[in-house]
């Protein structure tokens, strides 16, 4: 992101509505997350009530990230612009009247165009709750507050699925799945009024013009590529699929010429491409793109498996998944304050083949025991998938930035999170091969009596991109990781030092 020259006397003269305004944003920051996990549980109950198909259940998990991926880096740009309130509560509103729209949809068209749009209103609330939280509070109190936001943004990943599963075993009024958007609709308006009155306006001084030429070729060759991954199988892989999977790579091509082509004329453009002249940087990006494929692919197919395939409840499916988070969050622990210090990269890779080896202990046990697997055995393989993706998910961020230049270090952040989102977005679309294929057509006892071989067939691409992300991470220098404890973004002298807008 471009650099905001905030005036020193804001860090100095504390504002007194920082800890509410820290609050609202936090709130938001909450609904996200668990919005991005919270409809998996429900996707049975939706595909019985709304008459969903697969590829439109695949459309509502990754229709939500591609919208949030393509949008995250645009959104901090225009808060820059227009000022981060301002796009903060707009995109507040939107997530809201999107979530009413999600909420009282009888057709599955609607509640995918509703999915779609509430992922492009998270794009621009999102980002500019760091770049909010950057421009309130001083440096001082910086480091606890970012350790704030990072705990809530992790209790919303992890009590996603749980939520959604009570939400849709509750029934609540007899309103089924429609209550985990519904809630939304309070929060949100809580957060419009409170926002408006105790969030502080604010904007970079020499923002980034918006590169509106690079927006449109980078969504232009992603949806090239995802749409027919998503629609093919269905269809049946009419030629225009295959059309629209070539013409992706000139488009992203011609994305990355014009990226080259603006910067070297001085412009700003969506993505610094210099930034993956870095090891570090382009071998950790690599990383959070195969465990959004990985994840994309996995959560789905496993939410289904649970409960078409073995036929568990939705509270008994998201109990189950209470180890992975617990695991992730050890791990992660024990990777920053502990192993990583010691050890450097080889506790990431150490993670890649933890959580390999769960994957491939899951495919064997559910081929062999078929439906009849157990839930312990349903739960134990989840065990070193997620100790082994909290040992890398933690330190990885901070090893990214880690040689990047401070001037860089918004444009990092936000390219890492679109990164992670994006890999989310076309693993959902993937899994049209990897678990729809296998699946195949018919009646849902036929489907269902299939899917624990689906399910077995998926683990198999889900642990080649965990053994592929332990291959890329030699990319990223022995000694780097080793730098994590503190060292962050390369910085400039301290005289020269300026806030980075944030996103």
């Not at 006397?9 to 997350?33: G, P, Q, T, Y």
């Not at 962050?488 to 301290?494: D, K, L, N, T, Y």
Request: aromatic share 8%.
């Amino acid at each position: 992101m471009s650099q905001s020259k905030t005036p020193q006397k804001a860090f100095n003269v504390a504002d007194s509505c920082r800890w509410a305004a820290l609050a609202v944003v936090l709130i938001a920051s909450f609904m996200d997350a668990v919005d991005v996990t919270v409809v998996n549980m429900a996707l049975p109950s939706i595909e019985r009530e709304v008459g969903a198909s697969m590829s439109q259940l695949q459309w509502i998990t990754g229709g939500y990230a591609l919208a949030f991926a393509l949008g995250l880096i645009t959104g901090g740009r225009l808060g820059d612009l227009f000022g981060r309130k301002r796009i903060f509560l707009l995109g507040v509103a939107g997530f809201t009247i999107t979530s009413l729209v999600c909420g009282i949809s009888h057709s599955p068209e609607l509640l995918l165009g509703g999915r779609i749009a509430q992922g492009a209103m998270a794009a621009l609330m999102v980002p500019q709750v760091l770049s909010i939280i950057h421009a309130t509070f001083p440096e001082r109190e910086r480091g606890k507050v970012f350790g704030i936001y990072g705990a809530v943004m992790a209790l919303g990943t992890v009590m996603g699925p749980l939520i959604g599963a009570l939400i849709v075993e509750g029934d609540m009024m007899g309103w089924g799945w429609r209550p985990i958007f519904l809630v939304n609709i309070p929060l949100g308006i809580t957060g419009l009024v409170a926002g408006a009155l105790v969030i502080s306006e604010s904007k970079a001084e020499r923002a980034a013009r918006l590169d509106v030429v690079g927006v449109v070729l980078a969504a232009a060759g992603l949806l090239a590529l995802v749409l027919p991954l998503t629609q093919g199988r269905e269809l049946g892989w009419p030629t225009w699929t295959y059309v629209s999977m070539a013409a992706a790579v000139p488009l992203l091509a011609l994305f990355v010429v014009w990226e080259r082509r603006l910067t070297r004329r001085g412009g700003s453009p969506l993505v610094v491409l210099s930034l993956f002249s870095r090891r570090s940087f382009a071998g950790g990006q690599g990383v959070q793109l195969m465990f959004g494929l990985a994840s994309g692919v996995f959560f789905l197919a496993w939410t289904l498996y649970l409960q078409l395939g073995l036929g568990w409840t939705p509270l008994k499916a998201g109990l189950s998944g209470l180890p992975l988070s617990a695991a992730m969050m050890a791990g992660a622990g024990l990777s920053m304050q502990v192993l990583v210090p010691r050890f450097g990269r080889a506790v990431l890779q150490a993670g890649a083949l933890l959580a390999t080896a769960g994957m491939v202990l899951f495919l064997s046990w559910a081929k062999h025991y078929g439906a009849d697997i157990s839930q312990w055995q349903a739960i134990v393989p989840l065990i070193p998938m997620g100790l082994g993706m909290g040992l890398i998910v933690a330190p990885l961020t901070d090893l990214i930035l880690s040689e990047v230049p401070h001037e860089h270090a918004g444009s990092a952040s936000g390219l890492t999170n679109t990164t992670t989102q994006l890999g989310q977005a076309v693993g959902v679309a993937l899994s049209s091969a990897v678990f729809f294929d296998r699946l195949g057509h018919g009646s849902p006892a036929d489907q269902a009596q299939r899917m624990p071989d689906a399910f077995a067939g998926s683990l198999w691409y889900v642990a080649g991109v965990f053994a592929a992300a332990f291959v890329l991470l030699f990319a990223v220098p022995r000694l780097t990781s080793r730098k994590l404890a503190g060292a962050g973004p390369q910085q400039q002298p301290e005289e020269q030092q300026e806030p980075v807008s944030a996103s």
